[in-house]
């Protein structure tokens, strides 16, 4: 009986000591970065004291960058984080301005006692930070394929179908800067993250239009209380040239920069 007692609590996570409090011991940790933001180090700790921090970040980063190897406790934590916008980061690198570029902001993170996932890879805790800067916590054990909203594949992916295209962008890595800003805007209005949803949202926003959703069939798909992930992304796939063509004319140009 105290032997399957004991597994339960290994399987839920929860051997802690006294206070039944979770504990997740070997883990390594990971950030998920959907900002529009760059970030220096994310810094997570949690209330006895134990912390992780993760590499910098580009808007869109994370994957790939584990740090190893960690022992957490308890369902509350604390994120120390700060950051800017690459483009004044970049302006005043090297002057004695940079600092005043960079927010500094700590955010409460909740944590629920979680089920510890089988296997035998390395145990990883994620968080993930959202465009409106809500985060959240998961365990896995997936090095790869976890980020939530994925802004730097499907920047990948416009520039190297569109790149002819994209008039004004000088490179891949603008793109994604500015992809990162209209991912904040299409997953605040719209909730859009599914890869083929952001793949039909990005080449109407950068190649057709940028205030595509302002036409009436297109806002239509958009607020449709039903829409499933990856509806949206079909739906664009399946516009005629007719439609493109129409959208294109009554809207302003694709790919502004100025993104609010």
Known sequence: MRKGLIGVLLWLGLLAG????????????????YTPWNLEPVRLSDASGN?????????????????????????DFTVNWSGGDPVLLRKHLFDDKFD???????????????????GDGTL?????????EHME???????AGQARIPIVETSRWLYKKYRNELDGYEDSYELNEVLAKVTKQAWTRYRIEDAEDMRGY??????????????????????DPNRKPGDFGRAVAALSEDNIAQIKAAGKAPGEKNVQ
Not at 104 to 115: D, N
Not at 218 to 223: F, V
Request: charged share 10%.
């Open 51 to 75: 912390v992780a921090s993760s590499s910098t970040l580009i808007p869109g980063g994370g994957a790939g960058s584990f740090s190893c190897c960690s022992t957490f406790k308890g369902t």
């Open 124 to 132: 990883i805790l994620e968080l993930h930070i959202y465009p409106d």
């Open 18 to 33: 006294c206070n039944g409090e979770p504990t997740y011991s070997g883990v390594s940790f990971v950030t998920y970065n």
């Open 100 to 118: 005043e570029m960079l927010f500094k902001k700590q955010t409460s993170v909740h944590f629920p006692a979680t089920k510890i996932p089988g």
């Open 137 to 143: 916590l998961a365990l896995s054990r997936q090095m």
């Open 202 to 223: 990005m080449y109407l926003y950068f190649i057709v239009a940028s205030d595509f959703d302002q036409n009436a069939q297109i806002a239509a798909l958009l607020k």
